[in-house]
């Protein structure tokens, strides 16, 4: 091989073909890099060639191997690959120059390398002298200067490996470091619109909390107001009820005199009624007595003639007629006595009416104060009902804000913690 030095030229079509020798040693595998340009896709039908430099056509190529399919690639990014041509199918030694070609399942040709030979190395200008140490001595080897370079080369190309390798591996790393950054970016940035939204979320509720209070002091103040006036009522009633006891009282004190003036009514309509029946009593005897008088005046004047004879029996009826006139004047006297009795009565009657008529009023003075009461009761009880609204409102405007408050805490737990 006269010429070692690798080169790295780029070829046309794309394909890059990578450190290929100006000469290659036949019956030596032969081992070929290349790199495909972002955005192609590689397939199993490709292929790689050695081609003479005046081939025109794909279908003049010495051999050829396929290609080989990468099993990952970065977006946007060249894809690195290699194949290996064995020994017993390159070409014999010799001036002739050849290229690698790369051609697609198409069968055009993408890429093709700087040309190169096959070459056997020459006996004596070619060798070369190691020093090599082995057990304290020094041992000189005399070995061709291919060999050494295929040596070399065989070092570099694997040592290149190592090194696309790994750079492959970083760059799947990169790629995953990137997309992993792309991911928290995008997280970060629904956090972002998660934590504004919070925040509406909380200037929402913050304004929903101050009308809250509001409410709460307005629906305060009310009740205050509804227990003074509560309080003013339970007064009234108080009053109202002080005042019924003593209508109350009052009443029973008119009844309890009505009561004792109808039994003295009564009383007097008995006492009435007996001189009455002895009145009638009397005025029967007055009309017997009269009646009596009568005929005896008569018989007195038929018996005028008779005046001597009768004389002691005139005289007894004389007698009798006085006693009848005492009797009639007692009872006379006796009626001169009820009089005071009737204006008793009827003074009586009339306290009776008037007691009744001032019963009658007091009853619908209570009556009055009755409903009165009912109705401040009415009230109160309405009242009550309000406070005990406003109450419950209260209450379940409290149970509200504090539920609102500790889900706005785990919620902004929640995005802090994201956030971190």
């Known amino acids: 091989m006269e010429e070692s030095s690798l080169s790295r030229a780029p070829s046309r079509g794309g394909v890059n073909f990578l450190n290929v020798a100006r000469t290659y040693i036949p019956n030596t595998k032969v081992e070929c890099h290349y790199t495909l340009p972002p955005g192609t896709v590689p397939s199993a039908s490709d292929w790689i060639g050695i081609f003479k430099v005046e081939a025109a056509c794909v279908r003049d190529y010495h ?67 190691l020093e090599e140490t082995d057990g304290g001595s020094d041992i000189l080897l005399v070995v061709p200067k291919a060999t050494v370079l295929q040596n070399q080369l065989d070092e570099s190309q694997q040592e290149r490996n190592d090194l696309m390798q790994l750079k492959l591996q970083l760059e799947g790393q990169v790629t995953e470091l990137r997309n992993q950054v792309q991911d928290l970016e995008t997280a970060l940035a629904t956090a972002r619109q998660e934590h504004a939204e919070l925040m509406e979320q909380y200037k929402g509720l913050s304004r929903s909390h101050g009308e809250l209070i509001e409410e709460r002091d307005v629906l305060s103040r009310q009740q205050g107001d509804h227990v003074a006036r509560i309080l003013e009522l339970e007064d009234d009633i108080q009053a109202i009820s002080e005042k019924v006891l003593t209508k109350e009282v009052e009443l029973d004190r008119v009844r309890d005199t009505v009561k004792a003036l109808t039994r003295e009514q009564e009383k007097l ?62 009872a006379q006297q006796r009626v001169a006595e009820l009089e005071p009795l009737r204006e008793q009565l009827r003074g009586a009657q009339e306290l009776a009416a008037s007691s009744q008529q001032k019963a009658a009023l007091l009853g619908e003075e209570l009556a009055s104060a009755a409903g009165a009461r009912d109705r401040t009761m009415a009230e109160l009880h309405r009242s009550r009902l309000e406070v005990a609204g406003v109450n419950g ?28």
Not at 67 to 79: C, M, R
């Open 63 to 129: 051999t050829f191997v396929w290609s080989s399919v990468p099993e990952s690639a970065a977006d946007g990014s060249p894809v690195h690959a290699s194949v290996q041509f064995q020994a017993s199918y390159l070409p014999k030694p010799g001036a002739q120059l050849y290229q690698f070609r790369y051609v697609n399942r198409q069968g055009r040709v993408c890429g093709q390398s700087p040309p190169f030979q096959f070459r056997e190395p020459r006996p004596m200008d070619e060798l070369v002298t």
């Open 393 to 420: 409102r209260l209450a379940e405007l409290s149970l509200h804000l504090k539920e609102e408050k500790s889900q706005w805490s785990k919620e902004r737990a929640g995005l802090l913690q994201s956030v971190e």
């Open 269 to 330: 309509l008995g006492q009435l009624k007996e001189a009455q029946a002895d009145k009638e009593q009397s005025e029967a005897e007055l009309q017997m007595a009269q009646e009596e008088n009568h005929r005896l005046n008569l018989e007195l004047q038929e018996a005028k003639g008779r005046q001597e004879e009768q004389s002691a029996q005139a005289q007894r009826l004389k007698d009798k007629v006085a006693q009848m006139k005492d009797t009639l004047g007692q």
